[in-house]
């Protein structure tokens, strides 16, 4: 397989926040030329404090963050405008049309005259809002400000296209369409690095995933990659009565080889029970109930199922609740 020359080089990138609070610590990666690469992480892990820097919004307290090369801090001018940056929030002009928050956006990348016209023609058509094109920014929907605000970034023909969380409180066909132009960018050449808290969305979209938590990178790999070294090809899960997962779990590790990792709904009103989960091969269903049973426990559900990138994210960062 060909190694395309990296676009994005993140070294030891560290940063405190005012009050000593820890952002960012130690982190490193590189993306190439034409990848997309989704980040994920759980909240306050670090991956918008991330994009600040690559797009040159912040200054690392220590480390480097290089664009084609470019280190950030020292070139902005030539670094932004390699890059098309979507932020969180939205940040259009409201009281502006599509029309004229485009042609600004042109004028302040100094897209040529001759060519503005047909570039922002271009773009309200892949965003399908041609016929909305002279309506005022602020009376559009959600969906329909992240479409505007995704051909935003790409108008003045960038490299690198940094999308956070790019189909935030979309609807389904806005989602869709953001997802079909991402990967045509891809396909026109341009390299995207998204962050999103959507699984199915980095499943679906990324060639690579790279997980971050406290700071740090934790974890990096394609999807069936990352699969197979934190999950296995399959799960068992099994909903077991008159367990909690605090009194179950060592009896079910020693016992019948089972890890326990996630509880159940304790809102459900009815007797304890815990959801056991256990990387498996594809005949070890029957097994384990059998073990289950065998030691006169009674078993409510039991399945067996391909892992997704959510059990992924959830086996390497945990499920205790974030802030």
Known sequence: MIRLPSIVDVTDLTHFYTGGIKALDGLSFSIQKGEIVGILG?????????VKMMTGILRPTSGSVKIAGKEVAENLEAVRRIIGFMPQETA????????EALEYHAELYAVPKNEVRERVAKMLELAGLTARKDDLVKTYSGGMKRRLALVRSILHDSELLILDEMSLGVDV??????WNQVRKMRNQGRTVLFCTNYMDEAEALADRVIIIDNGR???????AELKQKHVGNYLIEVLIEGMSFEEGREWL???VQLEVETVSDPLNGGPRTAWIRSKAGNTDLPLVVGRLTENGLVVRQASMREPSLGDVFLAITGSRLRD
């Open 217 to 223: 990178l934790v974890a990096a790999g394609t999807s």
């Open 173 to 178: 066909q806005s989602r869709n369409l953001i």
């Open 92 to 99: 259009l002009y409201e009281d502006l049309t599509a029309q």
């Open 42 to 50: 759980p909240n306050g892990a670090g991956k918008s404090t991330a």
């Open 253 to 255: 590790e020693q016992r």
